[in-house]
């Protein structure tokens, strides 16, 4: 493996990006981002384990308010990286890439403070609708310990607390939630965790009406 990989994939993505009408300011933003997670993937084997390391470097040590732009970079890297070009035009036919800033983000919170408080914290009936429905399939999977069901209960009741104050014309709320609420968690090992989490929350919050069989499919979790 080279780094011709990586700059094919960068080339193919920026293709991409100019057809959807980036302008010079996004191009900048993603080559600031690029130069450095790109050679953080040379010669890497091509799989998600490789690129979460190569994430996990990449962001060390970066303001958390720059974390929610950065990973929407990251991710929409991703495909071009692994050369999944069925994703890639997935993802350019239904998804598109997010071609202006952020503009919503949830307040700023000291999580050692929140955390604790979770516990005993009130929610709304639609909230716990969702959350008691996430718990209840948790509890149904056999893989899955008391320990990690509170954990990540935990986990789903700190997002839905920082969505309250989310704008209805947002409609990227929860992913916007997540990637701010990330790098509150110190450890890696939370951090995949929290993603892991989150991501099988969503299909609760959203009252997705097979929630509990895309559970299933995310099973083992992915970390991307």
Not at 5 to 33: C, F, T, V
Not at 87 to 116: C, K, N, R
């Amino acid at each position: 493996m080279s780094s011709t990989r990586e700059a094919e994939a960068i080339q193919a993505y920026y293709n991409l990006l100019h057809s959807k009408g980036a302008d010079a300011a996004i191009m900048a933003q993603r080559d600031a981002l690029l130069a450095e997670l790109g050679p953080l993937l040379e010669n890497q084997e091509c799989t998600s384990t490789a690129y979460r390391q190569a994430v996990d470097h990449c962001l060390e040590g970066k303001p958390a308010q720059m974390w929610p732009e950065l990973l929407t970079i990251i991710r929409e890297f991703y495909p071009f990286w692994r050369g999944d070009v069925k994703a890639v035009m997935q993802y350019a036919d239904t998804v598109g890439f997010e071609l202006h800033p952020i503009g919503w983000q949830p307040a700023v919170i000291d999580l050692q403070s929140v955390w604790p408080a979770l516990q005993s914290e009130k929610f709304e009936t639609s909230e716990l609708w969702a959350l008691n429905g996430y718990v209840k399939a948790l509890k149904s999977m056999d893989n899955k310990q008391d320990m990690e069901i509170e954990i990540r209960t935990r986990m789903a009741k700190l997002m839905l607390l920082r969505l309250r104050e989310a704008p209805l014309s947002e409609k990227n709320a929860y992913r916007i939630t997540a990637d701010a609420t990330l790098p509150l968690f110190n450890l890696k090992n939370t951090r995949h965790l929290f993603l892991n989490s989150v991501r099988e929350f969503y299909y609760f919050w959203a009252a997705h009406p097979e929630a509990v069989e895309m559970l299933k499919q995310l099973q083992p979790p992915e970390i991307i």
